[in-house]
């Protein structure tokens, strides 16, 4: 009787993950049929906001990408703690090569707030010269169109931000390679299927781009700097501030840094119990999407009730479940090659997704950067042990300006 109930649980949930599948389809076409038009205009000057917090694999052809942009006039805001962040050595020696590109270095000193990326937007915020914005992470890469393509919709006054799709790029090792794929497959249907739905209502980190009176409106950064999923928060801001989010037709490369299994899985852990504390109905409702879990039920009932061969089906169609939704989303929304060579990877990709599903409900507490924190409902953090340690006292102000060529 229980192996009955528990095979008729599994066909459920494959049916489930079936009608997700079909919805990513739609989705899928509708994003690659959009050809957003918009009104010829002079493209505006820029000001490209890019935080940094050491050394990651491929950064200095990431920040090459941007200093690479044809685009009439930007300016790029770099923003570390102090002056002695190497990732500071590889801004200098690209800016060397495209000495045409104004660039800034914020010094934004120890933060305050729980969240550090956005302690240091705020302090490169008050440094910019320009009304358009691009936020960006050092962990991606993009092609020279990437910021016309950005700019073009906040043309529009009823558009308030934009943010793109990314592919997963793995930077070596197993680890990177399957929370690559997550990127391009995993996070892809799930944003496709919600802009289809619903809509955008939120923002994706990696790009998120508006205008200097969009984020006065909101609030600015203050009010995000105790919040462990900034990004989300800003994107439904804007729209319940009555202006459109956007969904980009420019697909960016962000890379996987996590060469390792504990890296890995404590940043997947982050990115899970975040949706949780974030958006807690949305997170409960995602553990229909998953189908390894519900394949290999169906294959363990099936043993029990002495029918292997249908218990052997429904784990057959698991697996191509999830092959269909690695070529759909990772193929064909972004591009993604390495989602088409390894789709025979994405099954076990699936069901590490479901297990970070299920543990983000065992806890509060992440690991963000070496420091630990509490996650309260809303997404707020609260740093477990109090406020950080205060630095040593430097030469340097707390926050400080400094040109390229006086870097150390």
Not at 157 to 174: A, D, E, F, K, S
Not at 218 to 241: M, P, R, T
């Amino acid at each position: 009787m229980i192996a009955e109930l528990l095979l008729w649980f599994a066909i459920a949930g494959l049916a489930s993950c079936t009608g997700f599948l079909v919805l990513l389809a739609a989705a899928m076409l509708r994003f690659r049929r959009r050809q957003e038009t918009y009104v010829a205009a002079d493209l505006p000057s820029v000001s490209l906001l890019k935080p940094l917090c050491g050394l990651e694999p491929g950064l200095e052809a990431n920040l090459a990408s941007f200093f690479e942009q044809d685009y009439p006039a930007f300016e790029i805001v770099f923003g570390t703690r102090d002056s002695k962040d190497p990732a500071l050595q590889v801004v200098r020696a690209v800016q060397k090569r495209y000495p045409q590109v104004p660039v800034k270095v914020v010094l934004s000193g120890e933060p305050d707030r729980p969240n550090a990326k956005v302690c240091s937007l705020q302090k490169m915020y008050a440094k910019v010269s320009h009304d358009y914005l691009v936020i960006s992470d050092s962990d991606v890469r993009v092609a020279p169109n990437y910021l016309q393509e950005v700019i073009r919709p906040l043309l529009d006054h009823n558009v308030g931000l934009v943010t793109c799709l990314y592919r997963g790029v793995p930077t070596g090792g197993i680890w990177s390679r399957l929370e690559a794929l997550g990127m391009s497959i995993e996070m892809t249907a799930g944003v496709l299927v919600a802009d289809m739905l619903e809509g955008m209502r939120f923002a994706l980190g990696p790009t998120m781009a508006t205008r200097r009176d969009v984020l006065q409106t909101v609030g600015g950064f203050e009010g995000l700097a105790d919040f462990c999923a900034d990004d989300y928060l800003l994107g439904q801001k804007i729209y319940e501030s009555g202006r459109q989010v956007v969904l980009s037709e420019h697909v960016i490369d962000h890379f996987a840094c996590n060469r390792s299994f504990k890296p890995s899985i404590l940043h997947q852990l982050r990115w899970m119990k975040s949706t949780r504390f974030s958006r807690p109905m949305g997170h409960i409702g995602t553990a229909l999407t998953f189908a390894m879990p519900f394949g290999l039920l169906g294959a363990g009932a099936g043993v029990a009730m002495g029918r292997p061969l249908l218990g052997l089906a429904l784990l057959a169609v698991a697996v191509l479940n999830r092959l269909l939704m690695a070529v759909t989303a990772g193929w064909g929304a972004v591009h993604d090659r390495r989602s088409l060579r390894n789709c025979w990877l994405y099954p076990v990709r699936d069901l590490m997704g479901f297990f970070f599903w299920s543990a983000s409900f065992f806890g509060r507490g992440i690991v963000w950067r070496g420091e630990r924190y509490r996650l309260e409902y809303g997404g707020k953090m609260v740093r477990i042990g109090g406020a950080p340690t205060t630095a040593a006292p430097t030469a340097e102000p707390a926050s400080a300006t400094v040109a390229v060529d006086h870097l150390a």
